[in-house]
């Protein structure tokens, strides 16, 4: 399960000071997460960790391969039984990831029918939306739709406005999120704070046509330019990782379109993207600067946003190692747009709301001792893209259930997370 002990230290996440992590985002999970608590009981590690039932994962389950259509009524019905008997293992919900594959090819009405599922449970449903760029308003009212109707807390995974040609609209966002609120839809959404993702190169063609020269050129054009689109991991040659496409095409004396085509074709030469979808064999990563800072700084003022890192602990994005400590360097000493408080409330208290758990993110009589000690005036991130597993700095000290996990800028070697179930969910 774990690679090695130092994998069970769980370095990136406890070095910022994170105690709990959250997985099965963006639509992928162990499934059934019952085995993988048993697993986490063999073999546990240094933080708390809960997960959501990915939408994909029990999708590609339900359907298999080709997976590029929509779900037949027994195949939505055999996606439902897969989603209950998660819950019952004491998952926070469903998560889905609507710009990849398979969750792509879904519908709204699929994503309703399972979102009933969660309202019977109290389950909750979190989203990487459908698009984050040109169709981002139609996005935000599908998954203000899903909380309506079904009348369940719904969270927008890493909120972000990806297409350059509506930088500066973050407050025209959020007052769409709020009125949702105001009508009655327990909508939230969490944030890093970064002005550039983490993701596949597909992501950019909607379509999945990999010859397709003009989709590509519209996205340089409008979401990422090539020479901001950085590869961080490229299975198929690593000595292209560190370089942008812009680079690779000067060095091939290429239209950097073509070279773009061309990555993504070479990187599934053996294989189709279905078939390594449901392998989990991540092929290449990319990191998109394609964000405006101010509007990265209004997402994450919002009184309803949590923190997050949407990262992990193997190189490419820093926000695996950075995150916590970034939030409070830029958003606390630098820009002066949150007051320390209110940053650590949406750090601990508030995520734990977001996702569901009762008993975390309080420090109180009989609550778990999941504790930090910082500076909050040398507390800053160290990783940056060259360097993205750098550890931070100003981090003194980390306790995982009163058990101290991080102490003299290295790990203990104690391993006392637990799995958490979701609050509804008796232990």
Known sequence: ?????????????????????????????????????????????????ASYTGHGTIRVKAIGVPYNRPATPTELSRMESYLEIDLDGGSLGLSTGLEYDPGIYSDSDELLTLAKTLKAAGGRYISHMRSEDAKILEAIDEIIRVGREAGIPVQISHIKIALLDDWGGASSILARLDQAREEGVDITADVYPYDYWLSTLAVLLPERNFDDVAAVRHAFNHIASPDGLLLARYVADPDLVGKTVKQIADERDEDPAETYLGLLQQAYADINLEDAVEAGDIRELV????????????????????????????????????????????????????????????????????????????????APADLILFSASEIAD???????????????????NGVRVWQDNGPTGAYPGQFLRRASQPH
């Open 382 to 400: 160290r990783a940056d893209r060259e360097n993205p597993t750098e550890t931070s700095v100003g981090v003194t000290g980390v306790w995982v």
């Open 1 to 49: 399960m774990w690679e090695s002990e130092t994998g069970r230290e769980m370095v990136a996440p406890i070095s910022q000071g994170i105690t709990t992590i959250i997985i099965g985002q963006d639509g992928m999970s162990d499934y059934p997460l019952s085995a993988f608590q048993r697993e986490l009981e063999k073999y546990p590690v240094a933080v708390n960790i």
């Open 287 to 366: 990191l998109g600067q394609s964000m405006l800072r101010a509007d990265v700084e209004d997402f994450i003022a919002w009184p309803n946003s949590n923190i997050s890192t949407d990262g992990t602990s193997f190189p490419g994005h820093p926000r695996g190692y950075g995150t916590f400590p970034r939030a409070i360097r830029w958003m606390v000493r630098e820009s002066h747009k949150l007051e320390l408080e209110e940053m650590v409330r949406k750090m601990t208290s508030l995520s734990a709301s977001h996702v569901g758990l009762a008993d975390r993110g309080e420090v109180r009589v009989g």
